[in-house]
């Protein structure tokens, strides 16, 4: 049975910094490129990041680089974004999604196979 547990949302500051996990079991974790996608309220769900299934390739949108940095440790399959100088446009629930499609389709949801289901990050001005 799949099971994707994700973490570490919650309330945060303008400028402050979360830690977002997403810990896997029931499928071989590094078969699969994982993204991380948004949706903030009112608006479509959003690409965040993608890691590669070896881990050594990652991408992220333009709006988060340089503050956001997805990483896995395939030990512990687990995936992490790691979110730093947050802004209130931040504000969304984030889910975790597992793709053994092409690595350059790891911007698109359609081709993501498994959803953690979502934790939500709050930003506050």
């Known amino acids: 049975e799949v099971q994707l547990q994700a973490s570490g949302g919650g309330l945060a500051q303008a400028g402050g910094s979360l830690r977002l996990s997403c810990a896997a079991s029931g499928f071989t974790f590094d078969d699969y490129h994982i993204g991380w996608f948004r949706r903030a309220p009112g608006k479509e769900r959003e690409w965040v990041s993608c890691i590669s299934d070896s881990g050594d390739i990652a991408l992220k949108a333009y709006s988060v680089e340089g503050r956001f940095t997805i990483s896995r440790d395939n030990a512990k399959s687990t995936v992490y974004l790691e979110m730093n100088s947050l802004k209130p446009e931040d504000t969304a629930v984030y889910y975790c999604?597992?793709?053994?499609?092409?690595?350059?389709?790891?911007?698109?949801?359609?081709?993501?196979?498994?959803w953690g289901q979502g934790t939500l990050v709050t930003v506050s001005s």
């Open positions: 999604g597992f793709t053994k499609a092409p690595w350059r389709w790891c911007k698109i949801a359609s081709r993501y196979a498994y």
